[in-house]
């Protein structure tokens, strides 16, 4: 009977359409029309690495980089006898995150054996959290395609341990054991498959990272592996509301790769579905350099770890006085300082959204703000300027060679008219360079001969001298060719050297014309 709902089976393709290439015009059409009868269903697992100093059940460090087996200790090694001690910072973190999503916390939770066999987990099961997790229910607001809100339930949010690192290129024909990572406390967050589309998904995982990094969980740094996730995908035809089997992507550590890999797994599964075969729920791994995703292992199930709550570990156990302590110093959390932007300082919602990402580009934001008292003009240097020489120069915002002060004293200057914009840009440059004091300001200005000619006769001496020079232009503008106005301006520029206001330029021009 489900043959004759299949889709495929809808729109058959008439015979004398196939043509020698087996792809018809009329199938590349049928094609898209197909994909729209299938709606794709996501979860996302993300793992946030805790910016902890010490392992999640030793002490010792979490340090990224060391050399290898450096940060390790009786307890990451599975040392007979090496018992675990739970970090409270990380637990710390944990209920932070919760509070941020506004989750159930739960007051007892229980640390659980994950057992498994390879190489890089030396005790033979990973520590973790299974019936009874930390933080159980929540949910994350992103932004749809359309631009809408969207919100993405959480199903819970669970404390583990790392295991360490197998590296298969280090030695021929062997492959080596890192065990640094072995114990560097990992928050697993865990959504309901709300998610429906790849960009959704890398939307989902953006605002986790913002998120992680703006109530300091987490360093954010993905090209480290600081936070991974893994995908859950599933197709099913639309107006269906069972879900349809999965397959998992595991281990993608970047928004752009989240959203291709997950692309890829959609319409691999719609053309299994499409010529009549089945979805296998596996594991998948999703390589970058061929762009395809490729079946790794057959997905083993819960069953396959038995899980048992670990004797080494006492039930955690949280008051309610505590979890509230975290909850009152949670700081103000990126989307509200999002909307913050748009109702207080009028800016627009990408704008907003740009500034509020990162926390320490929206600190900097708002002391520049607050010093230059010109929200829009601060805005929209931060995201432009001020974040391209930073990321040429591979710094954070924490690290900007210019001070939120010092940058509004330029921005004043801007905005008064004591130098154009461009020449705004070239004291940034400079000062970047050699900061000066604030005092020092205004002298340094004049020693580059930055200061704007403005409103004074000097200006006007100047466009009339253009004005002399170029005759035919000026003929042009005089018979309404409003064209040649901003070629005008132009020279006028290029003689003061980038040093007069275009717009009183424009006036002095406009002026002349009309006295004739
Ligand atoms: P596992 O034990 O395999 O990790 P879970 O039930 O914990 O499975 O689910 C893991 C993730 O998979 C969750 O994010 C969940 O939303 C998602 N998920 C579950 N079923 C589906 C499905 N049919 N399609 C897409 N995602 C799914
Ligand atoms: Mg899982």
Redesign the pocket.
Known sequence: QRRKDHPRNRLRVPKKHIMASGKTTLQRRSGEILKMAWEA?????VHVQLATNSKIFSGASNEYGAPANENTCEIDLGLPGALPVLNEKAVEMAVRFGCAISAEINEISIFDRKNYFYPDLPKGYQISQFENPIVGRGSIAIEDEAGARKIIGI?RAHLEEDAGKSVHDLVEGRTAVDLNRTGTPLLEI??????RSAQEASEYFRQIHALATFIGICDGNLAEGSMRC?A???VRQRGETS????T?IKNINSFKFVERAIELEIERQIDVLEDGGKIVRETRLFDPDKDETRSMRS?E??DDYRYFPDPDLLPLILSQEEIEKIRSELPELPQQRERKYQSKFGLSSYDSKQLSVDRNKSDFFEELTEASRLPKLSANWVNSNLSSLLNDKGLGFDRSPISPSLLAEVLIRIDNGTISSTSGKTLFRAFCETPPKISEIDDRIDEMGLRQIGGTDGLKDIVLEILKEHPNQLAELIDGKQKVLGFLVGQVMKKTNGAANPKEVNEIIQGEIKKG
């Open positions: 269903v996501i979860g996302l697992e199903t865990v959504s309901e498959p709300d998610i893994d859950n995908v599933s879900l349809g089997e999965r998992e997905k199930l819960s």
